[in-house]
């Protein structure tokens, strides 16, 4: 059962629905199916686990300035020693200048968090953009767009991302542009699948026979279709941007003037934190890692399960 | 020569403490007995490079540098203690009064490893193949830049006709090689000759060791030569022995593989300190890390090139910066502790020429924004200083991605520029790039370092006016400079020392040299690092640090810890034969970190287990 299909039978409890705009309508209705989502939603025990994981990891990023003083990123105020192991004063020791690891965590949720969710933006734009083109054009244009899709698919990420990311450079903005451009077109396939099948439905046989423009069919009725399945997709995609970041990070490609996840890891290997036993240096960003990437995948699958796009 | 930083030094993060918290008792092996009178003695050294060829005339890795210096006599050596120069295979040597000539000494009696005399004409044929070669010169050329004439008078004299006077004719480094078999490798077939010797047929040498056996990438073997005019090593064979990591490099050391490890980093030195057996030396070492500013970017004519920003041509902006960084936070933090402040740009390994300028620039932040203020940079609205017009000191710090190291101090120097008030955006490239960064002149400041030879000539000659970039056709190529500083009184003092052959004299000039660096400020010394050896003292003893007393133990100038070390005798070495006991104490931390990890692990699956099931079950009652 698919939200934007079904009717709400008097979901809003209107008593006239006639009297009411369209828009008003629709409006009701969206609200409606977002309720019943919710509702829906709470009573799938993953997906609520994801989204309290989550819920904690986005107020730690959101609040870490109030946690945390800036300057506890200073290494020249640094008030730790080198590799001191958990204590009451730094609850997850210290790093190999002596700031504290928890401190360096809670901000560096904030770039993964924003590099996650930036890259996965911009990924599903352009993954849904060619995925619903690719399948609305039956031409040689959408033939080209197919191609590009599989082009981009056969490419091995890491090598890919490693080498764009070295062209562009070391910054926030670029390891976000690397990671997006980069992870699209499993999106795309997925769209222009679904696409396909919602072009082959009779009422856009309607609306292409009573004119409509290409624009229109594709915006106003495939989209609309295949939103859920973006939605699914999306809140899947990020935590692959998430691990794609500190991946990359750790190889030396991220930003070297913030703070990650996976420039913390970067910096405990290369400082020497295994030889040395500092496992809480190196433990706390790859927990952190691990229950993002599981709290969007919980949330994803239960999103998945509750809007089931596919049998849309 | 620039240093790419080894990035073992660059590991030498902070690690003064926590050794004894992670609970890293390792128990050693046992040690192995002294070897009985009839074995040959072996010493086995651990390290993490092959060299590049055993050829003299080729190979250039640090690596090779040391086996020719064991196969091969020079006419001068370094002491041990303060690299003074010492006599070699030269008895004596002179320069004429009228600075024309050099008159060698040769010791009487030498004899090669194959036993065929060792004489002057061995040393003419040497400079006089190196003269006249075109091959033979890319090593040595610089040696032999000013002798016009090289000539043995007889079996123990050779005296050398000089174009100008310089101090270099007292270092005359280059490898003395034996006439009668190098006179078969003619001009076209040195280029490819190997040199590399054969259990039964080893090189033919004048140093202490000559070479027998040599395996690509993996070991190199030396044999002690008799006929050494030093006397034959106790030390009857040495094997070098290549390892990928220093990682393996000290786990070999800590099961008794090998007996000396080179170049380690600080973290696996000080893993190893405190293990029986084993000792470690954090060596003062020849090289320096420096943040260096664009002082007005310039090709060696004075055109101006690059886009640095002019505001750092400012020598008072310059000088207060100086006063921002805390040095000695960098020592401890970045290198582990294993280094010193920096000051000059000639370490103070050398202890006879290094400055230590009684005006030091030391860690004063009220002093650098005094200065600031006092030079016409007041506090803009957002913290950052500006100048009378209103311009940002805003710069670019570039680091370099191939070392952590340089990272990690850059970090460092960020946040100390931040605090007085002079904003940095920091920017990582690699060397590569970096080299042709600086090159065009298109920085403001970069952080890099330099190894420093016991000759300061090369050293200086990096700030001189000629030295600076230069084009060729329509490209500007870099030359040996890279802050651009050009300063018609330095260059005067360059030339003066380069012809001075009193070296109390010329470390005088040296020294105002250094001063006028210093006070001029193109380089902020960031530190000296230091270089991590270990070695089995329960086997060897008697090594020679260079200098006295804690300089290296190997990979020195000279060769004299390879003619001096000894076995330890069984008497010395008190309780043998030890129980082998455990190889690794246990280290609870990390048990405990991957119990952690699998604990959370575990509860992913059991709830993904969940979600599937209750899946299933909504699908079917669906």
Redesign the interface.
């Known amino acids: 059962m698919s939200a934007p299909v079904v009717p709400p039978a008097d979901a809003a409890g209107a008593p006239d629905p006639a009297r009411r705009s369209p828009r008003a309508i629709t409006r009701a209705r969206r609200r409606a199916s977002a309720a019943r989502f919710w509702a829906q939603f709470r009573r799938?025990?993953?997906?609520m686990?994801g989204l309290a994981v989550l819920a904690v990891f986005a107020l730690a990023a959101v609040f870490a300035p109030v946690f945390f003083d800036r300057s506890s990123l200073?290494?020249?105020?640094?008030t730790g020693?080198?590799?001191?192991?958990p204590s009451w004063e730094f609850p997850l020791g210290t790093d190999?200048?002596?700031r504290s690891v928890l401190a360096l965590v809670v901000w560096g949720a904030r770039i993964s968090l924003v590099v996650g969710l930036a890259a996965t933006v911009i990924s599903m734009v352009i993954g849904t953009t060619i995925g619903i083109a690719s399948g609305h054009y039956r031409g040689w244009f959408g033939g080209a767009l197919d191609r590009l899709t599989d082009w981009f698919l056969v490419i091995p990420f890491l090598p890919l991302a490693i080498v764009l990311a070295t062209v562009l450079g070391?910054s926030l903005l670029n390891i976000i542009i690397v990671i997006g451009v980069t992870s699209w077109p499993g999106t795309a396939r997925l769209i222009r699948a679904q696409t396909l099948t919602v072009e082959s439905r009779p009422y856009l046989e309607r609306s292409r026979a009573l004119g409509a423009s290409n624009t229109h069919q594709m915006t106003r009725h495939v989209l609309p279709n295949v939103m859920p399945l973006v939605l699914a997709n999306t809140t899947l995609a990020v935590s692959i941007s998430i691990l794609s970041e500190t991946t990359l990070s750790f190889l030396?490609l991220g930003d070297?003037?913030t703070v990650s996840w996976g420039s913390i890891l970067e910096q405990a290997f290369?400082?020497?934190a295994i030889?040395?036993?500092?496992?809480?240096y190196?433990?706390a960003p790859?927990?952190c890692v691990?229950?993002v990437v599981?709290a969007f995948n919980?949330m994803g699958?239960?999103i998945e399960?509750i809007l089931d796009p596919r049998e849309a | 020569m620039r240093t790419t930083r080894l990035l073992a030094l660059a590991a030498a993060a902070a690690l003064t403490v926590g050794l004894g918290a992670t609970g890293t008792a390792v128990a050693s092996g046992s040690p192995s007995p002294a070897p009985a009178a009839a074995e040959p003695v072996v010493f086995t050294v651990g390290m993490l490079g092959d060299i590049d060829s055993a050829n003299p005339f080729t190979g250039i890795a640090a690596e090779s540098y040391e086996i020719f210096q064991l196969e091969y006599p020079t006419l001068t050596e370094y002491a041990s203690s303060d690299f003074s120069i010492v006599p070699g295979l030269a008895e004596s040597w002179e320069e004429s009064a009228d600075k024309t000539t050099w008159t060698y000494k040769i010791r009487s009696g030498v004899t090669w490893s194959d036993g065929t005399p060792l004489t002057a004409k061995d040393v003419e044929y040497t400079f006089n193949r190196v003269l006249n070669g075109e091959y033979e010169q890319t090593n040595y050329g610089s040696y032999v830049e000013n002798i016009a004439k090289v000539e043995a008078t007889d079996d123990t004299t050779v005296v050398f006709t000089v174009s100008k006077p310089s101090p270099i004719m007292e270092k005359l480094y280059v490898y003395i090689l034996p006439q009668h078999i190098w006179k078969d490798i003619d001009e076209k077939a040195v280029t490819s000759y190997k040199n590399e010797g054969t259990p039964k047929e080893p090189t033919v040498g004048g140093g202490a060791f000559v070479m027998v056996e040599r395996k690509v990438g993996q070991y190199i073997r030396m044999q002690a030569n008799d006929n050494y005019y030093g006397g034959r090593p106790a030390v009857d064979e040495i094997v070098y022995r290549i390892y990928k990591n220093e990682d393996a490099l000290g786990q070999a050391l800590k099961a008794g593989e090998i007996d000396f490890a080179e170049g380690l980093n600080a973290n696996v030195a000080k893993s190893l300190e405190g293990v029986e057996g084993i000792t470690t030396v954090s060596a003062v070492y020849s090289g320096f890390d420096e943040i260096a500013f664009n002082v007005g970017a310039a090709l060696d004519d004075g055109t101006a090139i690059g886009d640095g920003n002019p505001l750092l041509e400012d020598v008072k902006l310059r000088q207060a910066l100086q006063w921002a960084v805390d040095r000695q936070a960098l020592v401890d933090k970045v290198l582990g502790g294993g280094g010193s402040a920096g000051s000059t740009v000639i370490p103070p390994i050398y202890a006879d020429l290094h400055l230590e300028p009684a005006n030091a620039f030391g860690y004063d932040p009220e002093k650098a924004k005094a200065l600031l203020d006092d030079a016409g940079y007041a506090e803009g609205p957002d913290g950052v200083r500006v100048d009378s017009e209103g311009n940002e000191l805003r710069f670019r710090l570039f680091s370099r991605s191939d070392s952590p190291t340089s990272q990690k101090s850059s970090e460092f120097v960020k946040s100390y520029f931040e605090a007085v008030g002079v904003a940095i955006d920091l920017k990582v490239v690699s060397e590569d790039a970096l080299i042709e960064i600086v090159g065009q002149g298109n920085f403001d400041m970069f952080e890099w370092g330099w190894v420093v030879e016991p000759d300061p000539n090369y050293q200086l000659s990096t700030f001189t006016c000629a030295n600076r970039s230069y084009k060729d056709g329509e490209d500007i190529y870099a030359n040996l400079s890279d802050s651009f500083y050009c300063d018609e009184e330095y260059d005067s003092l360059f030339e003066k020392q380069s012809v001075e052959t009193d070296s109390a004299a010329r470390a005088e000039i040296v020294k105002q040299m250094q001063q006028k660096l210093y006070d001029d400020s193109p380089y902020l010394v960031t530190f000296y690092y230091d270089n991590y050896e270990a070695y089995r003292s329960d086997r060897f003893t008697g090594f020679v640090p260079q200098p006295d007393p804690d300089g290296a133990l190997l990979f020195q100038y000279g060769t004299w810890s390879y003619e001096s070390i000894k076995p330890v005798v069984k008497a010395e070495q008190g309780e043998t034969g030890a129980p082998a006991a455990s190889e690794s104490g246990v280290n609870w931390p990390v048990i405990i970190g991957i119990g952690a990890l699998v604990v959370v692990a575990g509860l992913v699956g059991a709830l993904l287990a969940r979600g599937r099931n209750k899946d299933i079950d909504s699908d079917d009652r669906e």
Do not use: I, M
């Not at chain 1, 799938?44 to 997906?47: A, K, P, Q, Y």
């Open positions: 799938n025990r993953s997906g686990t200073d290494v020249t105020q640094a020693l080198p590799f001191e192991p190999d200048v002596g070391r030396g070297p003037t290369s400082s020497g030889s040395q036993g500092a496992w809480w190196l433990g790859g927990v691990v229950l599981l919980l699958r239960a399960d």
